[in-house]
Nanobody, 114 residues
Framework: QVQLVESGGGLVQPGGSLRLSCVGS????????MGWYRQAPGKQRELVAG???????NYGDSAKGRFTIAIENAKNTVYLQMNDQKNEDTAVYYC????????WGQGTQVTVSS
């Protein structure tokens, strides 16, 4: 079983940048893919970006061209670099890991506001 802990959320102004990190810990697992979802108040959880251990990526429409996902397999860590942030990026961002079963972090709040 893998435990996921996110960090890096906070308050950022429109046009600004944040970098989220998520570290997986535990024993007896292999991570095949990691990524990020987000959920804004009153909305469904949506894919932001995902990446396999081999480095293949996919992005949700809202993230394309602005966000970059990266994985560091040796550290069981996934990063999300978010640039040119918009008010509509405000949400709780959840990390996930595919180890054959899905695991989720507790989430980190990102607020984009002036």
């Amino acid at each position: 079983q893998v435990q996921l802990v996110e960090s890096g959320g906070g308050l950022v102004q429109p046009g600004g940048s944040l970098r989220l990190s998520c570290v997986g810990s535990g024993s007896g697992f292999i991570i095949y893919a990691m990524g990020w979802y987000r959920q804004a108040p009153g909305k469904q959880r949506e894919l932001v970006a995902g990446i396999t251990s081999a480095g293949s990526t996919n992005y949700g429409d809202s993230a394309k061209g602005r966000f970059t996902i990266a994985i560091e397999n040796a550290k069981n860590t996934v990063y999300l670099q978010m640039n040119d942030q918009k008010n509509e990026d405000t949400a709780v961002y959840y990390c996930y890991a595919d180890t054959g079963t899905g695991s989720w972090g507790q989430g980190t709040q990102v607020t984009v506001s002036s």
